[in-house]
């Protein structure tokens, strides 16, 4: 009998050996679920954390460019208002230097015309003057 004992204990600890085993499987599973459940969510997290770094950066970025874009085309046109007022001013500076250069032709103009009309009337003057004298001369002889 104490062979049917030692068998029936044996399959007792062979039973139980196998129903620990059985758990203890089932809690390294679940072990391992858990740890892949929770490298899952972290890769998740890191993933999700990446893409609103690159999209920030892109953001950043894009406000940058459009700022240098304002900047550079307020600087555009400062250099052309800028330009077209230098424009302006040296086209008003020569008017008013063809304007008093024209003023002063103009004047002179004048003062020697009144210079010929009189240097004419003495030439008329003189000739009639000389004349005169001729046919006083014709006359008296």
């Known amino acids: ?4 004992q030692q068998s029936y204990k044996a ?3 062979r039973g139980k050996t196998r129903e620990k085993t ?3 499987m089932g809690a390294m599973r679940d072990k391992a679920e858990e740890g892949k459940n929770k490298t899952s969510q972290t890769a998740q997290t890191a993933q999700q954390k990446a893409h609103e770094t690159s999209q920030s950066a892109k953001d950043k970025t894009s406000q940058a460019a459009q700022t240098t874009q304002q900047k550079a085309h307020e600087t555009t046109q400062s250099a052309k208002d800028k330009t077209s007022q230098a424009a302006q001013t040296a086209q008003d500076k020569a008017r008013e230097t063809k304007d008093k250069t024209g003023s002063y032709m103009s004047e002179t103009g004048e003062a020697i015309k009144h210079k010929a009309q009189d240097a004419a009337q003495y030439t008329k003057d003189v000739i009639k003057g000389s004349r005169i004298k001729l046919n006083t001369a014709f006359i008296n002889k």
């Open 1 to 4: 009998m104490a062979s049917n």
């Open 11 to 13: 399959g007792e600890t």
């Open 22 to 24: 059985g758990q203890a």
